[in-house]
């Protein structure tokens, strides 16, 4: 399985950015995916996540009726739309997925300790 993220950038606070995640392999025993992020001195956080093959999501506390993921199946592919952009949202956003951990789990954890990682991308917003 492979992860590809794409879709960052440089943007003014207010603005919006959508993400993509592109898997590739075997997706169907996807339990959740999910959206991270990092900014520089900071732990990863966790943004938001959905069901693979159903329609739950979870959102983070600061980005919650900002940000909205959702899924193409037949594209194999994840999104995450960001709305309102503020510079507090500046990271590196890296998408995830898991064979085990549903998206709700992704939500509660403590360690990102999922199976499968795609190489992060840039989201930097300026004031």
């Known amino acids: 399985v492979q992860l590809q993220a794409s879709g960052g950038g440089l943007v003014q606070a207010g603005d919006s950015l959508r993400l993509s995640c592109l898997a590739s392999g075997r997706t169907a025993g996807f339990a959740g995916m999910g959206w991270f992020r990092q900014a520089p001195g900071r732990d990863r956080e966790f943004v938001a996540a959905i069901a693979w093959s159903g329609i739950s999501t979870y959102y983070g506390d600061s980005v919650r009726s900002r940000f909205t993921v959702s899924k193409d199946i037949s594209k194999n592919t994840m999104y995450l739309q960001m709305n309102n952009l503020k510079p507090e949202d500046t990271a590196v956003y890296y998408c995830?997925?898991?064979?085990?951990?549903?998206?709700?789990?992704?939500?509660?954890?403590?360690?990102?300790?999922?199976?499968?990682w795609g190489k992060g991308t840039q989201v930097t917003v300026s004031s």
């Open positions: 995830a997925a898991d064979p085990v951990f549903t998206a709700q789990a992704m939500s509660l954890m403590t360690r990102y300790e999922l199976a499968y």
